[in-house]
């Protein structure tokens, strides 16, 4: 016992105390900034289709967050070449707060900012704070994810993030459910389960698109496996970008949803 209380004084709150304004590392992919007259390398070297030249803008529910458009830039007369800093016409920031309830928002052109994003990415409803502010249950549906996504909501829940203390958990059953959080690109062998678990919710609920592959089929967008016809059918409510998500990101992006 006397161990036991030791080891807890020695190790103090594992927790993070701030989730809002958590620090992030400098290694991390998030926010893109984008500079207008630095020309960018041909719009292929990006896997997703995210990247866009004419005009230059970056869509942050196809990007995979992979660099590849920040490290290359053209050369004249000579293909392209890697550059950094001052000479890369995309930087990423270490900025993780990245959800929005607008699929258009997702789409970063030059002209836009971190600050601006992170207060009206988000459009905050009375009626969603006051029915889920409190507490918030939702069924995670894998519909052909490759797991890194599905690994990092798992460690939401983990002693580190603890999304459990601001009332939101993962359940096994929807019907115990008030929305469901989708990762993977949605196959046709998981696109009438998936249909199925949203019935299974009772009203009012709420759909939740995580990460590149739920948001636009990802790396996997041009597969003739895929059904997303479902994302034509029913109303989406949050989109969290990322490749995976980060538990950041997601908490935050669900926090700023339900709260005011």
Do not use: W
Not at 41 to 48: A, G, I, K, L
Not at 127 to 155: D, P, T, W, Y
Not at 242 to 260: D, E, M, Q, R
Request: glycine fraction near 8%; include cysteine.
């Amino acid at each position: 016992m006397f161990d036991t209380l030791k080891s807890r004084i020695f190790q103090g709150n594992q927790f993070i105390k701030d989730i809002k304004n958590a620090p992030m590392r400098d290694q991390f992919r998030g926010f893109p900034i984008l500079k207008e007259g630095v020309e960018v390398c041909d719009e292929s070297v990006c896997p997703t289709g995210a990247l866009k030249t004419n005009p230059l803008t970056i869509d942050m529910g196809k990007c995979t967050f992979c660099g590849a458009c920040q490290k290359i830039s053209p050369l004249q007369g000579r293909g392209c070449h890697e550059v950094t800093g001052e000479g890369s016409a995309v930087t990423f920031t270490n900025g993780y707060k990245l959800a929005s309830t607008d699929r258009d928002k997702l789409i970063v052109t030059p002209q836009s900012n971190y600050e601006d994003y992170v207060k009206s990415a988000v459009e905050v409803k009375k009626e969603i704070v006051k029915m889920f502010g409190h507490s918030l249950k939702l069924r995670q549906v894998s519909a052909a994810g490759c797991n890194g996504c599905e690994m990092e909501l798992n460690a939401c829940s983990n002693v580190n993030f603890d999304m459990g203390r601001f009332g939101i958990d993962f359940v096994a059953s929807p019907r115990h459910a008030d929305g469901i959080v989708i990762t993977g690109p949605i196959s046709k062998h998981m696109a009438y389960a998936l249909e199925d678990c949203y019935k299974s919710v009772p009203n009012p609920k709420l759909v939740i698109l995580c990460g590149a592959c739920a948001i636009s089929g990802g790396v996997f967008q041009n597969s003739t496996e895929l059904n997303r016809e479902f994302l034509d059918k029913y109303p989406i409510d949050l989109y969290i970008p990322g490749c995976p998500v980060h538990p950041l990101t997601f908490i935050n992006g669900v926090l700023s949803y339900i709260s005011k």
